[in-house]
């Protein structure tokens, strides 16, 4: 199985972006389907965006998809989500996923079947 490790989580300021890293290790990275996920406190894990094998297809959260761009570098086993304009409501623990079970990028957390142990992202007004 495939093992996800997630960086790039922090502390800025409104406005302010950030670059999430996703390094994925244990297994070959290119056939699973790739996604990120976020959790804020009280709140259900939402979806955030989600990217296909060969990072040709990318789905994204209408609310986040225009500040909230998908990619990934199968030489390098990551796949990212740069994080631009940030604001206090995108404050949250940020997640990457992995699957096997889906080729095109969706939205489902049962989808998924691998997951990180989350990056803290904190976004100060």
């Known amino acids: 199985q495939v093992q996800l490790v997630e960086s790039g989580g922090g502390l800025v300021q409104a406005g302010g972006s950030l670059r999430l890293s996703c390094a994925a290790s244990?297994?070959?990275?290119?056939?699973?389907?790739m996604g990120w996920f976020r959790q804020a406190p009280g709140k259900e894990r939402e979806f955030v965006a989600a990217i296909n094998r060969l990072g040709t297809t990318t789905y994204s959260s209408d609310s986040m998809k225009d500040r909230f761009p998908i990619s990934r570098d199968n030489t390098k086993n990551t796949v990212y989500l740069q994080m631009n304009s940030l604001t206090p409501e995108d404050t949250a623990v940020y997640y990457c996923?992995?699957?096997?079970?889906?080729?095109?990028?969706?939205?489902?957390?049962?989808?998924?079947?691998?997951w990180g142990q989350g990056t803290q992202v904190t976004v100060s007004s």
């Open positions: 244990g297994r070959t990275f290119s056939p699973y389907t």
């Open positions: 996923a992995a699957s096997l079970r889906i080729s095109a990028p969706k939205q489902t957390v049962s989808e998924y079947n691998f």
